[in-house]
């Protein structure tokens, strides 16, 4: 993928954390491939698809209407669902998923993950995902 303007293809994906309290945390989130910036993220929980709406509803709002990108993922159980597509219809996006056991494909998003947690989040003592 290669994009030199906003809102052109957009990342997504989930990742997990492991929490002092010995649960998990999650966080959902969407990178724009030209100005690799951080355009939703939001945290819960559970990996469910309040987490995924709540991340659609937020990047709806930051989205101007004339821009239909491209929203690449995984193929993570979460965006096969028929509510996630019909979401992505909606607001006019297209819908792009990796290869199965091709990972480079979402790359952008899994390097955004990998600094996310070893540059600051491990900084800090999470006990729970309020915190």
């Known amino acids: 993928f ?3 303007m906003l809102y052109q293809i957009l990342h997504t994906d989930i990742t997990q954390l492991k929490l002092k309290n010995h649960t998990n945390g999650y966080i959902s989130a969407v990178i724009d491939e030209g100005t690799k910036e951080i355009l939703s993220i939001q945290v819960s929980s559970s990996p469910n698809q309040q987490l995924i709406y709540r991340t659609l509803k937020d990047l709806k709002n ?3 209407t004339e821009f239909s990108p491209i929203m690449h993922s995984d193929q993570g159980w979460h965006y096969q669902l028929p509510y996630y ?3 992505l219809k909606k607001m006019n996006f297209k819908q792009s998923m ?3 056991g091709n990972c480079l494909d979402n790359a ?3 390097s955004f993950f990998s600094l996310l947690k070893r540059e600051y989040l491990n900084n800090f003592e999470i006990k729970n995902i309020e915190m």
Request: charged share 40%; aromatic share 0%.
């Open 108 to 110: 952008p998003m899994e």
């Open 98 to 100: 990796s290869r199965k």
């Open 85 to 87: 597509t019909s979401e």
């Open 2 to 4: 290669k994009a030199t």
């Open 62 to 64: 930051k989205i101007p």
